[in-house]
């Protein structure tokens, strides 16, 4: 079992990764023995998260912004520069907009699309080649991180975040088919309820959030990293292009 879920000697690479849950999987990975270079568009924050987590295990900062094309080309390139292979990517930096229906501005569709479904697939693409080098040896692995609310509906009026991550899961699907003849495996994971900046909800008013969740509980780190090691393990292997939901039954509850 220890060496079905191990990362030993692993190259990870993790966007978003100086807070909220890219930082929760990238502490999982480095506890299970990867090697961790997490992203951040400020620089500083990702330096000093880098810094604390590498009591964990080795961590490097690569601060970019990969909400354009470009900038996920220049991430690939700088880490390139310090890599050869990666075993493992995770998608996981996003942005959320709400507002009324009757004032929802272009930007916000823009700002959000972009990063949360657009950057994905063209930094998977910039980096298939460290991907496929990696997968020479056993799979690699791409992990995008969605959201319930790509699964079933809020009430929250998120147009650009519920289209853009519903529209995630179903790249991840497509993805998966052509990236699975290369011996890269695409999956995704579609979080609930976390304390998180992005849910100030849940990180500000957990009990009352709670009430509504089956389980009784928002989602914890552990809840996080456990997913997200095993899929980036070799006990996920054999899940292609699934999105496993991570909720504790939210999106039962809304069906």
């Known amino acids: 079992m220890d060496d079905l879920f191990s990362l030993e000697g692993r190259k990870a690479l993790v966007t978003g990764g100086s807070r909220g849950i890219g930082r929760m999987i990238a502490a999982g990975f480095l506890a299970r023995g990867a090697t961790v270079y997490i992203s951040s568009r400020k620089a500083d924050a990702c330096d000093e998260t880098a810094r604390q987590l590498s009591a964990l295990g080795p961590c490097f900062p690569l601060p970019a912004d990969v909400s354009t094309v470009e900038g996920a080309g220049a991430l690939a390139a700088a880490y390139g ?22 004032t929802f501005p272009e930007k916000g569709w823009d700002k959000v699309v972009d990063l949360n479904l657009k950057s994905p697939f063209f930094l998977t693409q910039a980096l298939h080649e460290p991907l496929r080098n990696a ?118 509850a809304r069906g």
């Open 81 to 102: 520069k310090r890599e050869q292979v990666l075993d493992i990517l995770v998608n996981n930096a996003g942005a959320a907009w709400g507002e009324s229906f009757d």
């Open 135 to 252: 997968a020479k040896v056993r799979p690699a692995k791409v992990i995008n991180i969605a959201s319930i609310d790509g699964v079933s509906v809020n009430p929250q009026e998120t147009y650009s975040y519920a289209a853009s991550k519903a529209g995630l899961i179903h790249l991840t699907r497509r993805m998966s088919l052509r990236l699975v003849r290369d011996n890269i495996v695409v999956s995704g994971i579609a979080p609930g309820a976390f304390a998180l900046d992005m849910n100030k909800d849940a990180r500000d008013h957990a009990e009352e959030v709670s009430r509504r969740i089956p389980a009784g509980r928002i989602g914890t780190d552990d809840d996080m990293a456990g997913v997200a090691i095993y899929l980036a393990s070799r006990a996920g292997d054999y899940v292609v292009g699934q999105t496993i939901v991570v909720d504790g039954g939210v999106t039962i």
